[in-house]
C-alpha cells in the first residue's frame, strides 16, 4: 500500500472512486465526485494534500483538502482549513485503510502548518484520528441553532494551542462554497453526472439530517419529499414546497420567513425553545440563506 500525490492522470479514476464510495451514504445520490471535479480549479483547494491511496497498481482510496474560514462574534474572519470528500473504495472499506489515509493527510496538513480542521462526518470513525464534536471547542455550524451539539460537526486542533494563539473562543463555521457548487450548477452538474453508468437514489437509515431546501423542514420519511415532473422522488425538497416539478408557493426568501413564522409553536416543541414569532423570524434569516433555493 502507497500514499501519493494525485496526478491529472488520476483524475477520472478518483471521481469515479468518489461516487461509488459515498452514493447513497450521506444523502440520496451523490454529489462529491462533481464537488472534486470543480475543486481542483479552485484557489481554496491545497494540492500538495490531494493525496491517492494504491494497492498493487489500483488507486483504492482518496482525500482533499481545502482553506476555509471562522467567524468570529466580533465579525472577524479567521483562516481555518476542512478536508474531504475522503475515499475508500466499497470493496475495501472497513480494513482500516480510510484510517491510515487520513492520519497520513493530518501529519502532512500538520507539517505545512494546518492547524485547526472542521467537517462534517461520522464521529463513530473520525474520533480515531482525533476528532470530537465542534461545539465542544466554541466552533458552531452556520445551519443550527448556536447552542445546539450538531453530532455531525466534528473538530480537531491539528497544531495544538493553535485556537488559543489564534484568539478563538467562540466562532461560526460555514463550509467553503466550493462544496455547494453541485446546488449552484444544477445543469453542469446533471450533464457531468449523465457521463457515468445510471444508479439509483435512495433514502436510508444512516445519512446525515436531511431538510427542505426551500423551507427547511426535517425530510425524515420518504414521504416528506417532494416529487419531479416525472413522479419520480425529489430529494432537496418537501412535498409542501415542491410537486411535480413545481414549487407550490411563488415566494421571495422574506416571504417564505413570514410563512414559517406562524409555525414557530410547532419548532418550539421540537425543540424545547421558547421563541416569540420575530426571534423565530431572526434565526431563519441566519438559515435561509444557506439553502439551495435561496442561495
Known sequence: MTIR????????????????????VYRPGCTDHYVLNQYRSNPDFIPGLDLVMEEDGHIIG???FSRAELVLDDGKHVPSWTFGPISIHPDHKRKGYGLKLLNFALEKAREQGIG??????????YRHAGFDLASKLGIHYHAEPRDAVVPYFLAQEVITGWLRDNGVTDATYQPPRGYFVADEQPGDFEAYEATFPSKEKAFNDGQLPQFCQ?????LTRHEDFGTNADGSTNFDYCRYCYHEGTFLQDLTMDGMIEHCAQFVDHFNQNTGQNLTPEEYKAVLRQYYPGLKRWR
Open 116 to 125: 485547526f480542521l472542521c467537517m462534517e462526518g461520522n464521529i463513530g470513525f
Open 62 to 64: 482518496h482525500i482533499m
Open 214 to 218: 426551500s423551507c427547511g423542514m426535517p
Open 5 to 24: 500525490q494525485e496526478q491529472p492522470s488520476d483524475y477520472r479514476e478518483v471521481e469515479s472512486l468518489t461516487r461509488e464510495a459515498f452514493w447513497n
